[in-house]
């Protein structure tokens, strides 16, 4: 019987809180789809958080951490320019990191300083994250910026979801293999700490996705424009009622 996968281990160690990152973005962060204001949001929430753990990969070039760093994958240059795209060129000079996420980023040094090679469940999980969802919602909001009444979305600005030529399948597996390998050379000890971690990556993620304030206004302007053709419609009825009289 063939051994199970590290990757296939953490999939199934991360199957319900997974799952409750899911019912969470398709309640939040699918309001993104048609309007930038929470895009833009979710954007510098993960800017933060990629940036950190693409820094702490340079910092450890030496390390199996570097195992993950796979050529096409980084995106802090990516959110940059899509965050310059939606905000202005000099968004840096007013922005400041938000309660929940300057949580997530004292946990990742944490992380880092007691054992730098856990901190491959968040590239992991992060990557695979933006590689397969990431992927759904850069597709959609790209079909509805090309729709009449689409909201307030507006075509371009998805770097982040851009992979180039690279094939997002060649990724993944790119990705999957490099964790696999990671956890090979780790004694059992560790590799159920990484399993842990991976735990915690949805849990963190779960936070700052709940920190996420746009929404509501979406909620509403779509309820307006639900709204307002059923109440054209019924007055017209009601016109040619009254006229019929």
């Given at each position: 019987m063939t051994e199970e996968s590290f990757t296939t281990k953490m999939r199934k160690a991360t199957r319900e809180i997974?799952?409750?990152?899911?019912?969470?973005?398709?309640a939040k962060l699918a309001f993104a789809l048609s309007d930038d204001d929470v895009w833009t949001e979710g954007?510098?929430?993960?800017?933060?958080?990629?940036?950190?753990?693409?820094?702490?990969?340079?910092?450890?070039?030496?390390?199996?951490?570097?195992?993950?760093?796979?050529?096409?994958?980084?995106?802090?240059?990516?959110?940059?320019?899509?965050?310059?795209f939606y905000l202005g060129s000099d968004w840096k000079s007013s922005y400041v990191v938000g309660d929940a996420v300057a949580a997530y980023l004292l946990h990742l040094r944490k992380v880092e300083s007691a054992d730098p090679v856990m901190l491959s469940a968040y590239v992991?999980?992060?990557?695979?994250?933006?590689?397969?969802?990431?992927?759904?919602?850069?597709?959609?909001?790209?079909?509805?910026?090309?729709?009449?009444?689409?909201?307030?979305?507006?075509?371009g600005g998805d770097a982040v979801t851009s992979f180039g030529d690279a094939p997002i399948p060649r990724l993944k597996c790119e990705m999957k293999a490099a964790m696999n390998a990671l956890a090979g050379d780790l004694d059992e000890a560790a590799r159920q700490m990484l399993l842990e971690e991976s735990k915690t990556v949805f849990?963190?993620?779960?936070?700052?996705?709940?920190?996420?304030?746009?929404?509501?206004?979406?909620?509403?302007?779509?309820?307006?424009?639900?709204?307002?053709?059923?109440?054209?419609?019924?007055?017209?009825?009601?016109?040619?009622?009254?006229?019929?009289?």
């Amino acid at each position: 019987m063939t051994e199970e996968s590290f990757t296939t281990k953490m999939r199934k160690a991360t199957r319900e809180i997974h799952s409750i990152s899911d019912s969470l973005v398709n309640a939040k962060l699918a309001f993104a789809l048609s309007d930038d204001d929470v895009w833009t949001e979710g954007l510098l929430i993960f800017y933060e958080i990629f940036r950190y753990l693409e820094q702490a990969l340079d910092r450890h070039r030496n390390s199996p951490l570097a195992r993950l760093d796979l050529e096409a994958l980084r995106r802090t240059e990516a959110f940059e320019k899509d965050l310059s795209f939606y905000l202005g060129s000099d968004w840096k000079s007013s922005y400041v990191v938000g309660d929940a996420v300057a949580a997530y980023l004292l946990h990742l040094r944490k992380v880092e300083s007691a054992d730098p090679v856990m901190l491959s469940a968040y590239v992991y999980h992060l990557y695979m994250g933006l590689l397969s969802g990431g992927q759904v919602l850069g597709h959609k909001r790209r079909l509805l910026a090309r729709l009449p009444f689409a909201g307030a979305a507006r075509e371009g600005g998805d770097a982040v979801t851009s992979f180039g030529d690279a094939p997002i399948p060649r990724l993944k597996c790119e990705m999957k293999a490099a964790m696999n390998a990671l956890a090979g050379d780790l004694d059992e000890a560790a590799r159920q700490m990484l399993l842990e971690e991976s735990k915690t990556v949805f849990a963190r993620n779960n936070e700052v996705i709940r920190s996420v304030k746009g929404g509501t206004h979406v909620v509403l302007t779509k309820m307006l424009i639900l709204v307002i053709p059923v109440s054209v419609a019924l007055m017209l009825f009601a016109l040619l009622v009254f006229y019929k009289k």
